[in-house]
């Protein structure tokens, strides 16, 4: 369902939501989303520090940016891995709500650095669309280079799409009167899609080969998308978590003077997909002597999610009674089918 934004159509409620809209003069498609208690969720099951969590939220509110023009169920999984005090970033999406995420990282390297370019570091970020058995899976990657998840997000668009494309990322840890703190993310993703293609024309990328202090010259971009891209760039941070800023009324502020339209929001929720049967599953697909490296002093084995820090306990009659199984498996499978 598509509608033009007046002051009447204008939600109470924005959180943990991603809000689809288009803006026919200037040939531009985007969404905005704001999450709220979401965020706060994935981030409070970790208890990263300070410098993770925020790192953390950009990468769900960018994840949730691209996951959720999803057309059909499936996952899309942003992953980085890199050099950087954060080794490791990845946010499962699927569609159409559910979201999760972890990092892994040197606690003893945080203190050392500031931004999150430093943290990440070099290595690349990878963007996995995994849309079931049935279908192959696509996954693109762009290098990361010091620079922050919004740069490595353009590059992304630029190298693999080529489609002209500006994004936004916000996150803050906030503290209300007489309330416990929180944390807060939202995004804004703006593309330039017209229907003519030489209209999306970008400028050209260093071939490599040019000689060194030689500028490469750049091409001249649409007017509709400099115009786009200079409203976006007037976008503050506190705009795009602030609660009582409702997305539709943002992108009033934003694009006042052209008419713009909305589709149907989407929600937006923390959940995991673990599971005892899935853990178990997992369990299973070790072999014994795996499974004995995993043994606690008693026998038993605990399996913690990476995800939702969830704890799944095996008592040692359990994990004996897998690998009786597995032994029973392989005696099958020696023997072959009987005549």
Same mark, same amino acid.
């Given at each position: 369902?598509?509608?033009?934004?007046?002051?009447?159509?204008?939600?109470?409620?924005?959180?943990?939501?991603?809000?689809?809209?288009?803006?026919?003069?200037?040939?531009?498609?985007?969404?905005?989303?704001?999450?709220?208690?979401?965020?706060?969720?994935?981030?409070?099951?970790?208890?990263?520090?300070?410098?993770?969590?925020?790192?953390?939220?950009?990468?769900?509110?960018?994840?949730?940016?691209?996951?959720?023009?999803?057309?059909?169920?499936?996952?899309?999984?942003?992953?980085?891995?890199?050099?950087?005090?954060?080794?490791?970033?990845?946010?499962?999406?699927?569609?159409?709500?559910?979201?999760?995420?972890?990092?892994?990282?040197?606690?003893?390297?945080?203190?050392?650095?500031?931004?999150?370019?430093?943290?990440?570091?070099?290595?690349?970020?990878?963007?996995?669309?995994?849309?079931?058995?049935?279908?192959?899976?696509?996954?693109?990657?762009?290098?990361?280079?010091?620079?922050?998840?919004?740069?490595?997000?353009?590059?992304?668009?630029?190298?693999?799409?080529?489609?002209?494309?500006?994004?936004?990322?916000?996150?803050?840890?906030?503290?209300?009167?007489?309330?416990?703190?929180?944390? !807060?993310?939202? %995004?804004? =993703?703006?593309? &330039?899609? *017209? @229907?003519?293609?030489?209209? #999306? $024309?970008?400028? +050209?990328?260093?071939?490599?080969?040019?000689?060194?202090?030689?500028?490469?010259?750049?091409?001249?971009?649409?007017?509709?998308?400099?115009?786009?891209?200079?409203?976006?760039?007037?976008?503050?941070?506190?705009?795009?978590?602030?609660?009582?800023?409702?997305?539709?009324?943002?992108?009033?502020?934003?694009?006042?003077?052209?008419?713009?339209?909305?589709?149907?929001?989407?929600?937006?929720?923390?959940?995991?997909?673990?599971?005892?049967? !899935?853990?178990? %599953?997992? =369990?299973?697909? &070790?072999? *014994? @002597?795996?499974?004995?490296? #995993? $043994?606690?002093? +008693?026998?038993?084995?605990?399996?913690?999610?990476?995800?939702?820090?969830?704890?799944?306990?095996?008592?040692?009659?359990?994990?004996?009674?897998?690998?009786?199984?597995?032994?029973?498996?392989?005696?099958?499978?020696?023997?072959?089918?009987?005549?």
């Amino acid at each position: 369902m598509m509608t033009d934004i007046s002051s009447s159509s204008l939600r109470e409620d924005g959180d943990d939501r991603v809000l689809p809209f288009q803006i026919e003069a200037l040939d531009v498609r985007g969404r905005v989303v704001r999450l709220g208690p979401s965020i706060d969720r994935v981030i409070e099951r970790h208890a990263y520090p300070p410098a993770v969590s925020k790192l953390l939220g950009e990468a769900v509110a960018l994840t949730v940016l691209l996951g959720s023009s999803l057309k059909i169920d499936g996952r899309f999984q942003l992953q980085t891995r890199s050099d950087g005090p954060v080794g490791m970033l990845v946010v499962d999406f699927e569609a159409p709500d559910r979201v999760r995420a972890c990092a892994r990282f040197d606690e003893s390297r945080l203190y050392d650095v500031r931004g999150t370019g430093a943290l990440l570091g070099h290595g690349h970020m990878a963007l996995t669309i995994d849309q079931g058995p049935e279908m192959s899976r696509y996954q693109g990657v762009v290098a990361l280079d010091g620079g922050s998840l919004e740069d490595a997000a353009h590059a992304y668009f630029r190298q693999s799409e080529q489609i002209p494309t500006k994004v936004r990322l916000a996150v803050a840890e906030t503290l209300a009167p007489g309330a416990a703190h929180s944390w !807060r993310a939202g %995004g804004l =993703l703006v593309q &330039f899609l *017209p @229907e003519a293609p030489d209209r #999306m $024309r970008m400028p +050209d990328l260093d071939p490599g080969d040019a000689p060194a202090g030689l500028e490469m010259p750049e091409g001249e971009e649409d007017d509709a998308w400099v115009e786009a891209q200079s409203l976006v760039g007037t976008v503050e941070d506190h705009e795009l978590i602030d609660p009582t800023l409702e997305p539709e009324r943002l992108l009033i502020r934003l694009f006042n003077e052209r008419d713009i339209r909305v589709f149907e929001s989407r929600a937006v929720r923390e959940a995991c997909r673990c599971s005892r049967e !899935r853990v178990l %599953g997992m =369990l299973k697909s &070790f072999s *014994p @002597e795996e499974r004995r490296d #995993m $043994r606690a002093d +008693d026998g038993s084995i605990e399996v913690t999610c990476d995800f939702c820090s969830t704890r799944y306990a095996f008592s040692v009659e359990e994990a004996t009674a897998i690998d009786a199984e597995d032994e029973e498996d392989g005696e099958t499978r020696q023997a072959g089918p009987a005549a």
